[in-house]
C-alpha cells in the first residue's frame, strides 16, 4: 500500500513540475512576442530586418547585476515566419569595474542560412566574440535598411531599464533549452 501511494505522490509532483514549466514557456513566449511588437513599433529598421531573416531570437527580460563581479541572464523564444521554433537561455558572467543592476530586451535577427547553422550546430552560441554580429541602436538604427544590411547577424538591445556603470569583459552565452 505504501508503494502505491509513494507512486502516486511522485506521481503528482512530476505532473506538477511539468504543468509549471509548460505555464512558464508560455509566458515567456506571451513577453517575447510583445517584446518583438514593441520594438517593431519603434524601429521600422527592426521591422523591415524582421521581414527579410531567416529567424528572429528574442529575450525579453534579461537581467544583469554586478558589484566588480556579476552575472546576467534570461530565457528567450526564436520565430520563425512568426512561428514559435525553440527556447533558449542566455547567461553570462561579468568582471570589470561595473556596478549596478539592469534589465533589457535582447532581439537577435538571423539573416542567412549559415548563421542559423552555427547557432544549432554549437553547444553555446556566445556574443561578444563573433565579429558577424553588428549591434544595432534601437533609436539609431534610421539609417539601416535591408538594401545596406550585409551582416549574417543583427542585434537589438532595448527596453533598458536600471542603472549600470563601469567598464567590463562580458560574454553572453546563448543555448538552445528543448531539443
Do not use: C
Request: charged content about 15%.
Amino acid at each position: 500500500m505504501t508503494l502505491n501511494v509513494r507512486s502516486i505522490v511522485l506521481a503528482l509532483v512530476l505532473a506538477t513540475t511539468a504543468l509549471r514549466s509548460a505555464y512558464a514557456a508560455q509566458v515567456v513566449d506571451q513577453q517575447a512576442q510583445a517584446a518583438l511588437d514593441a520594438l517593431y513599433a519603434s524601429s521600422p529598421a527592426a521591422q523591415a530586418l524582421g521581414a527579410k531573416a531567416k529567424a528572429v531570437l528574442v529575450f525579453p527580460d534579461i537581467r544583469k547585476a554586478a558589484f566588480i563581479l556579476g552575472a546576467q541572464g534570461g530565457d528567450g523564444v526564436m520565430f520563425t515566419n512568426g512561428k514559435i521554433t525553440g527556447h533558449y537561455s542566455a547567461g553570462g558572467v561579468l568582471a570589470g569595474l561595473e556596478a549596478g543592476a539592469q534589465s533589457f530586451a535582447y532581439a537577435m535577427f538571423f539573416m542567412s542560412d549559415s548563421a542559423l547553422r552555427n547557432l544549432h550546430a554549437a553547444k553555446g552560441f556566445e556574443i561578444g566574440v563573433d565579429p558577424g554580429i553588428v549591434v544595432v541602436d534601437a533609436g539609431a538604427a534610421k539609417e539601416l535598411s535591408t538594401t545596406t544590411a550585409q551582416a549574417d547577424v543583427y542585434s537589438y538591445v532595448f527596453n533598458q531599464k536600471g542603472l549600470m556603470g563601469g567598464i567590463a569583459l562580458q560574454g553572453l552565452k546563448i543555448t538552445r533549452t528543448d531539443r
